[in-house]
């Protein structure tokens, strides 16, 4: 079984209750197929360079992601709502 973060994605082999690295909530995947299959790359705002979504700062440009504090969504640098709660952002 594989855990990941709701947060900020990071992937685990155990189960645990909160994310190490950022405090979220972990809750089980399917499988390490399943979420090979349904990775999604976020392209820098700043680059355009495409990089793996639980990566946080761009490894070309070195930009941090925005993400909204509510929920971790990565937000686009011009997004009004944040798509994943619907937080109005600043």
Known sequence: MIFSCKK????FEKEIE????????VKQTLNKEYKKE?????????CKHKYPLDFR???SCGKRSKRCSD????????FLVCP???KKLK
């Open 38 to 46: 349904k990775r999604i790359d976020y392209e820098c705002p700043y």
């Open 57 to 59: 700062i761009c490894p």
């Open 18 to 25: 909160k994310c190490p690295s950022c405090g979220g909530e």
């Open 84 to 86: 994943g709660c619907g």
């Open 71 to 78: 929920c971790g969504y990565i937000l686009d640098i011009n």
């Open 8 to 11: 900020c994605l990071k992937t």
